[in-house]
């Protein structure tokens, strides 16, 4: 489908806009600035093919939403066109192009469109640069499934894909090579396994029930046995393990008693005497110490005191100096500012006399300050400036009043009133009367056009029926069965139909069940004779008959033939048990069949019974439609013939009406013909005769309506002559008080102009220039002033600082008296500081001296206190000539004391509890070396006697176990059984997983089929629109399924290199984007009437040389679909000359 023209008519900004394309064009560019309509434009295509939407009120906001109409002609691949337009509304949008705009039919645009909604149109169709860029995201969503990267009604094959994956993970739930515990037919296996384990270990014989017994009881007596073996040689191992760990205490405790002897003459020394002679020893050092200290202190500052001086006048003016300076920074600042502000005070003068001159007056600023008028004359001077001018607007605007009345009078006398006026009040009564009637003429096509379309639907639809219907009005006229009986007659039916459905089931499950039951039993009794319970029954009670009668006549005879009935029994038993699966086997085979064959009889009656009342059911339903003359099909198809039945009732009825109320109407348009040509006679309206009543009736609404225009005209005309007469006489007497005005006003704007200095002539703009003038005289006068009054305080300040340091200088330092004032007083500052800095320094000295005076006496007096109690101590030892000596043995003593005290200690912890002398006898004899080769025998024998105590005690736990699994274990024929039914459920598994893993692979084959048929053509174009994109910097796209089963799409460049999307920069990304679109767009329009694509500003990312092979490509799609572009960018226009040339459709908004 391609635009020929579109028809703007009335739609957002633009009105009455036509865009004609060129047939021949490869691409058409609709070219304009910002607001010029390309938004409009681009949206009213949307609303032209698909409706507007319903509920919204875009682009209505120059034109009422009722009038909004666009136009188009469009034409299809098969040569047809359609002229339409599209108005906004409910039903009735599709319109004709001529005056009357008359309806189409709703589906006209079906052969262009085909079944394409809005939504599917602006994804797929429409695109700009946000679709653009966002298109890449959304593609890569679906995990490669390319066709539904596209769109996902292109392919379907997302949903396959999870089926076939849901298919393969159920059949490997089931089996896989790797066995899981998870998987169940290897849980079905397990089962099995266990059960023909317990089949073989649940078989209880007496010779192995006393061998377990009599196994238990030696192991018992072995383990006793061991057990006071193992007591005996762990004792032996501890005893000389002990030793040898006691042994080197021992003597360690020996050699510290031994060094001990060395301090026997300190033994009779009293406690705390080591202490209170290192005590009284350090305080004799530390006095020592101090009292050296405490004398070089007062030699030190007996020094300084010496060599100290004092500057005493400087000291006494300290007070005054340090005033002074802190008055040195304003002193500074008024001497940097003084010229500053001198000269801002020249500047003002300056200004005042500029002031003066610009008011015609050659005085200075102090001159200007004396002529300065009065504010009262200033401001009534101001009033009348403001009053001229309101006078001169009035004035002027009074003569523009006045000149636009006299025009309009001018143009009311020249205007032509001939012609003969009627008054339209009684015609115009006539055309109200008669418009209801003709506007429901307005409906006599369209009911005309339904009549037929609904004569034609009702046609087909009875051409639909199936069974056929040859006379409708026959077949209404009949009476047919209700839909709630033939529902009813279905359900009876398919009840029917199930119940032998499953009566037939049933009987074939029996009967299949009794053949194989059959097959199992023959192939059991083929492999050997089978014993069953009634034979073994049968041998043994031949054993107790024999028993009994022996018992009675105890004879000879009768022993032999007993003991043979009791061997014949015991071996039919040990038949039983040696083949006890196949006799179980056999055994509920036999009894299966026994009860099956009832139920085969009772089974084959009820197929039978349920295949006659199907059967009468089914009668009773045709002989529903027998007077009708149908032949039923099937119930559900009867009610849904049925239901269109009474669908085509409503339908005729609908038929009926409207061909009523069209006789209805064209009956009202026979009534109306002969007023409507009175009333044109009457109006004198011209050629009304050969018109049809409705246009006759428009055209004479017209008539008379204009007829009602010229009458209201010639009345209101000479109303609004007079109207204007009396205007023009007000504006004259208006204009000659205002002159009046103006001479009064021009006598006091004289007076009060030269109260100012102003000459005679003085006009308005002169006086306000003087005012504004005037305006800015007192705030300079005011700042001049305040300037020279901070010069005259500056000045002031300057020469009392002056003052007070020449004072200072005098009397302290007269030297400094050729200093300037600042630099003085950076001197005495100085000097000031050192004088109080060696003041302090003098004080902190003697204070100093006096303390280390009071120290030096503290510490003679505490070294005489240590002498004396070191005295003391001494006479306790009276032979210790050195006293520090001894304090050393005694600390060495003292630590010989703490090491045998632990050495103790630890012997105690390790030799658990055995006293020093028994462990000192036992080491009499102790070798070491051959304690360690004793040791290591016994260890090795504590090993082995452990090893064979696990040994022991593993075979009396498996002994037991299997003794408890002999007494509460399952029997053999319940594990029989549990082995047959996990075969059974290994074979519906192994089934199930067949059927599901069958399905998957023909499932893939399909989708793999499907690919190659349709996702491949599709991507080979989209690899070379791709390649001419991107200017041949990439060859093509490549498809790649991963190990997930997952399509990868891949980029390859020229030289072999695989790039993934997410490899892609952001441009590139758009272009490949651009290409899957296009690709996707020439596929489906090769089996499809395609719209145009409708391309909005997609390159504004682009640069240049992507540009022009984006519309290279678009022009390329000329020969499958129409391209319509949407640019406001020269450059894009430009390119496309270049690019496309002649081919070019360049529309301009």
């Given at each position: 489908m391609r635009f020929n023209r579109l028809d703007i008519i009335r739609y957002g900004a633009l009105t009455d806009r036509a865009l004609d394309f060129r047939a021949d064009a490869r691409l058409h560019v609709i070219y304009g600035p910002n607001e010029a309509g390309k938004s409009s434009a681009l949206s009213a295509i949307s609303d032209l093919l698909f409706g507007f939407p319903r509920g919204s009120a875009r682009f209505n906001f120059l034109h009422d939403a009722a009038t909004l109409r666009i136009g188009a002609t469009i034409s299809a691949r098969d040569g047809s066109k359609l002229d339409f337009r599209r108005r906004r509304g409910n039903k009735n949008t599709l319109l004709g192009t001529d005056e009357k705009e008359a309806a189409l039919p709703e589906d006209a645009l079906s052969p262009f469109i085909g079944n394409l909604g809005r939504d599917v149109f602006e994804r797929a169709f429409g695109l700009d640069s946000d679709r653009l860029r966002l298109g890449a995201a959304a593609m890569l969503q679906s995990g490669g499934e390319i066709g539904s990267l596209l769109f996902s009604a292109a392919s379907g094959l997302?949903?396959?894909?999870?089926?076939?994956?849901?298919?393969?993970?159920?059949?490997?739930?089931?089996?896989?090579?790797?066995?899981?515990?998870?998987?169940?037919?290897?849980?079905?296996?397990?089962?099995?396994?266990?059960?023909?384990?317990?089949e073989r270990e649940n078989e209880l014989k007496s010779g192995d029930w006393k061998k377990l017994v009599s196994e238990a009881a030696g192991v018992e007596s072995e383990l006793a046995a061991l057990q006071a073996e193992r007591q005996q040689t762990k004792t032996a191992?501890?005893?000389?393990?002990?030793?040898?760990?006691?042994?080197?205490?021992?003597?360690?405790?020996?050699?510290?008693?031994?060094?001990?002897?060395?301090?026997?003459?300190?033994?009779?020394?009293?406690?705390?005497?080591?202490?209170?002679?290192?005590?009284?020893?350090?305080?004799?050092?530390?006095?020592?110490?101090?009292?050296?200290?405490?004398?070089?202190?007062?030699?030190?500052?007996?020094?300084e005191l010496a060599t100290s001086e004092l500057d005493s006048a400087v000291l006494d003016s300290a007070g005054a100096i340090m005033g002074r300076y802190a008055e040195k920074g304003a002193y500074l600042k008024a001497r940097e500012d003084i010229s500053r502000v001198n000269g801002e005070v020249e500047d003002f003068d300056i200004k005042l006399t500029q002031l003066a001159r610009k008011l015609g007056l050659e005085v200075d600023g102090d001159g200007l300050e004396r002529r300065q008028p009065a504010e009262a004359d200033l401001v009534r001077l101001r009033v009348l400036a403001t009053e001229g001018r309101e006078l001169t607007r009035s004035y002027a605007d009074i003569r523009r009043r006045l000149q636009e009345e006299r025009n309009r009078l001018a143009k009311l006398e020249g205007v032509d009133r001939s012609g003969r006026l009627i008054d339209p009040k009684p015609y115009l009564d006539q055309m109200a009367a008669l418009q209801p009637d003709l506007a429901d003429l307005q409906r006599l096509d369209k009911l005309q056009v339904s009549a037929e379309r609904e004569e034609a639907v009702l046609a087909e639809a009875v051409a639909r029926l199936q069974p056929d219907v040859v006379d409708l009005d026959r077949l209404l006229s009949t009476a047919l069965p209700d839909i709630a009986i033939l529902t009813e007659e279905r359900r009876r039916i398919d009840e029917l139909r199930t119940a032998a459905l499953d009566a037939a089931a049933r009987l074939a499950a029996q009967e299949a069940e009794k053949a194989e039951l059959e097959s199992s039993r023959a192939a059991l009794e083929g492999g050997g004779t089978i014993v069953t319970r009634e034979d073994i029954a049968a041998a043994r009670a031949d054993r107790d008959v024999l028993w009994q009668t022996y018992a009675k006549t105890p004879e000879p005879a009768a022993v032999a033939p007993f003991e043979r009935s009791i061997a014949e029994a015991d071996r039919l038993a040990d038949l039983a048990l040696a083949d006890a699966e196949r006799v179980s086997r056999h055994a509920q085979i036999t009894a299966r069949l026994a009860a099956l064959d009832p139920m085969i009889v009772a089974a084959q009656r009820r197929r039978d019974t349920a295949d006659a009342a199907l059967s009468a059911a089914n009668a009773e339903f045709h002989a529903l439609f027998a007077a009708v003359g149908i032949v039923p099909l099937a119930p559900e198809r009867m009610i849904e013939w049925r239901r269109a039945v009474d669908g085509l009732i409503k339908q005729r009825q609908v038929v009926h009406g409207l061909q009523d109320e069209l006789a209805t109407l064209?009956?009202?348009?026979?009534?109306?013909?002969?007023?409507?040509?009175?009333?044109?006679?009457?109006?004198?309206?011209?050629?009304?005769?050969?018109?049809?009543?409705?246009?006759?009736?428009?055209?004479?609404?017209?008539?008379?309506?204009?007829?009602?225009?010229?009458?209201?005209?010639s009345r209101s005309a000479e109303g609004e002559r007079l109207s204007i007469i009396e205007a023009i006489s007000r504006h004259e007497e208006r204009e000659t008080a205002l002159k009046a005005e103006a001479e009064d006003w021009q006598n006091l704007f004289a007076d009060a102009a030269g109260r100012i200095g102003l000459s005679e002539g003085a006009t308005v703009d002169m006086v306000e220039a003087a005012l504004d003038l005037w305006k800015e005289v007192p705030p300079a006068l005011a700042e001049r002033e305040n300037r020279r009054r901070r010069v005259r305080g500056m000045l002031r300040d300057i020469s009392a600082f002056e003052e007070a340091v020449r004072a200072v200088v005098r009397d302290v330092a007269p030297e400094l008296s050729s200093y300037s004032a600042d630099a003085a007083m950076d001197v005495l500052r100085d000097k000031a500081i050192a004088a109080n800095a060696d003041q302090q320094h003098r004080t902190g000295l003697l204070k100093a001296v006096e303390a280390a005076e009071h120290r030096l006496a503290r510490c003679r007096q505490a070294a005489a206190t240590?002498?004396?109690?070191?005295?003391?101590?001494?006479?306790?030892?009276?032979?210790?000539?050195?006293?520090?000596?001894?304090l050393a043995r005694l600390r060495e003593h003292r630590d010989l004391l703490g090491r045998l005290a632990a050495s103790r200690r630890r012997f105690q912890e390790q030799a658990e509890g055995q006293p020093e002398d028994v462990v000192r006898a036992g080491l009499v004899d102790f070798v070491?070396?051959?304690?360690?080769?004793?040791?290591?025998?016994?260890?090795?024998?504590?090993?082995?006697?452990?090893?064979?105590?696990?040994?022991?005690?593993?075979?009396?736990?498996?002994?037991?176990?299997?003794?408890?699994?002999?007494?509460?274990?399952?029997?053999?024929?319940?594990?029989?059984?549990?082995?047959?039914?996990?075969?059974?459920?290994?074979?519906?598994?192994?089934?199930?997983?067949?059927?599901?893993?069958?399905?998957?692979?023909?499932?893939?084959?399909?989708?793999?089929?499907?690919?190659?048929?349709?996702?491949?053509?599709?991507?080979?174009?989209?690899?070379?629109?791709?390649?001419?994109?991107?200017?041949?910097?990439?060859?093509?796209?490549?498809?790649?399924?991963?190990?997930?089963?997952?399509?990868?799409?891949?980029?390859?460049?020229?030289?072999?290199?695989?790039?993934?999307?997410?490899?892609?920069?952001?441009?590139?990304?758009d272009q490949l984007y651009l290409a899957l679109r296009?690709?996707?767009?020439?596929?489906?329009?090769?089996?499809?009437?395609?719209?145009?694509?409708?391309?909005?500003?997609?390159?504004?990312?682009f640069d240049d040389d992507r540009t022009a092979s984006g519309l290279r490509a678009l022009a390329g799609t000329a020969d499958r679909f129409q391209t319509i572009l949407f640019t406001h960018e020269t450059s894009v226009v430009e390119i496309a000359k270049q690019e496309i040339g002649a081919g070019l459709d360049l529309i301009r908004l």
């Open positions: 997302t949903g396959l894909s999870r089926l076939r994956l849901s298919l393969d993970g159920e059949a490997d739930s089931i089996y896989a090579q790797r066995r899981s515990k998870d998987r169940s037919f290897y849980q079905a296996l397990d089962r099995h396994d266990e059960a023909r384990k317990a191992l501890d005893h000389l393990k002990m030793l040898k760990k006691l042994d080197p205490m021992l003597r360690e405790i020996d050699i510290e008693q031994a060094a001990l002897l060395d301090f026997a003459d300190l033994h009779a020394l009293p406690p705390g005497f080591e202490q209170h002679l290192s005590e009284a020893l350090d305080i004799r050092s530390a006095s020592e110490t101090a009292l050296r200290t405490a004398e070089d202190d007062i030699a030190r500052l007996a020094d064209r009956l009202a348009g026979d009534r109306l013909a002969p007023a409507l040509a009175a009333l044109a006679e009457a109006t004198g309206l011209s050629g009304g005769e050969s018109l049809p009543p409705r246009a006759l009736g428009r055209a004479l609404f017209a008539h008379v309506s204009d007829l009602g225009q010229r009458w209201t005209d240590a002498e004396a109690a070191l005295a003391a101590l001494a006479a306790v030892v009276p032979d210790a000539d050195d006293l520090t000596l001894l070491r070396v051959e304690a360690d080769l004793e040791i290591e025998r016994l260890e090795a024998l504590d090993a082995t006697q452990l090893r064979r105590f696990g040994t022991l005690s593993a075979q009396l736990a498996e002994n037991d176990r299997q003794r408890k699994a002999l007494e509460s274990g399952v029997s053999a024929e319940y594990a029989v059984f549990e082995k047959l039914s996990a075969e059974q459920e290994a074979k519906d598994l192994a089934r199930q997983w067949v059927v599901l893993k069958l399905a998957a692979h023909m499932l893939n084959a399909s989708m793999e089929s499907y690919r190659e048929q349709q996702a491949d053509p599709v991507m080979t174009r989209a690899g070379e629109l791709f390649s001419l994109l991107t200017g041949n910097r990439f060859a093509r796209l490549v498809q790649d399924y991963g190990g997930d089963d997952e399509l990868q799409l891949l980029a390859e460049r020229t030289g072999g290199e695989r790039v993934p999307l997410d490899g892609l920069s952001e441009g590139t990304g296009l690709a996707f767009l020439e596929d489906y329009s090769a089996r499809n009437e395609p719209p145009p694509l409708v391309v909005d500003d997609i390159f504004q990312t």
